[in-house]
T-cell receptor, first 110, second 116 residues
C-alpha cells in the first residue's frame, strides 16, 4: 500500500487565522515532506521531517511550522494565514528512490 | 539557479499518437536520479517513471519511456499511443545523490492535452 492521506481535502480560512493540515502514511518512511503548489508553478518544498528532525527551507522558515508526533503522521501549521497562502498543499513520504504524494489539501484564504 | 527546466508550457496532440516532453537539468553530482510525475485534474501528483544516472538503458514503464541523454543533461518523457486520460500536467524532477534527505527539485511542468 503506497497511500499517503491528507486531511482535509479542502480548507477555507480567514486572513489572520491559523490553519492546520494533516498528513499520514503507512509505509514506515523515515522522511515526510510538505510542498506548496500554485497554478502553473513547480511544487515548492516548504519543509520536511527526517525521523524526528525538522528541516525548513530558508525562505519559508518563519511562515510554516510542523510537527511529527509519530512516524506515520505529520502536520503543517500556518499561524496566521495570508491571501498568498492560497494554494494546494501536498504531503509526500519517500525512500531514496521515490516520493509518494498525497491527494493534497486545497487551501483558500479569504 | 534553476536545477530543472521544462521549456514547453503546453502541448496538444491527437490521441493514439506519440508525444515527447522535454526536460533539462543541472547538477554537479556524478550520480543522480531523474523522475517524471503527473498531476491529474484533481491535483493529485502521481509518480510515473525513474531514470538512474548510472544506467545507460532508458527506463520504460507501460506506455511511458525516457530518452536519457546524459551528455546533454536531458531527460525526455515519451508517451506512446496517447489516450484522452493522459491529459494532465507533467513534472520532471531530479534528486542529487548527495542530496540532503532525498530532496526533489521540480521543473515548472508541461501541460499535455490529448484530443480526440
Amino acid at each position: 500500500d503506497t497511500t499517503v492521506k491528507q486531511n482535509p481535502r479542502y480548507k477555507l480560512a480567514r486572513v489572520g487565522k491559523p490553519v492546520n493540515l494533516i498528513c499520514s502514511q503507512t509505509m514506515n518512511h523515515d522522511t515526510m515532506y510538505w510542498y506548496q503548489k500554485k497554478p502553473n508553478q513547480a511544487p515548492k518544498l516548504l519543509l520536511f521531517y527526517y525521523d524526528k528532525i525538522l528541516n525548513r527551507e530558508a525562505d519559508t522558515f518563519e511562515k510554516f511550522q510542523s510537527s511529527r508526533p509519530n512516524n506515520s503522521f505529520c502536520s503543517l501549521y500556518i499561524g496566521s494565514a495570508g491571501l498568498e497562502y492560497s494554494a494546494m498543499y501536498l504531503c509526500a513520504s519517500g525512500t531514496i528512490y521515490e516520493q509518494y504524494f498525497g491527494p493534497g489539501t486545497r487551501l483558500t484564504v479569504l | 539557479a534553476q536545477k530543472v527546466t521544462q521549456t514547453q508550457t503546453s502541448i496538444s496532440v491527437v490521441e493514439k499518437t506519440t508525444v515527447t516532453m522535454d526536460c533539462v537539468y543541472e547538477t554537479r553530482d556524478s550520480s543522480y536520479f531523474l523522475f517524471w510525475y503527473k498531476q491529474t485534474a484533481s491535483g493529485e501528483i502521481v509518480f510515473l517513471i525513474r531514470q538512474d544516472s548510472y544506467k545507460k538503458e532508458n527506463a520504460t514503464v507501460g506506455h511511458y519511456s525516457l530518452n536519457f541523454q546524459k551528455p546533454k543533461s536531458s531527460i525526455g518523457l515519451i508517451i506512446t499511443a496517447t489516450q484522452i486520460e493522459d491529459s494532465a500536467v507533467y513534472f520532471c524532477a531530479m534528486r542529487e545523490d548527495m542530496s540532503n534527505y532525498n530532496v526533489l527539485y521540480f521543473g515548472s511542468g508541461t501541460k499535455l492535452t490529448v484530443e480526440p
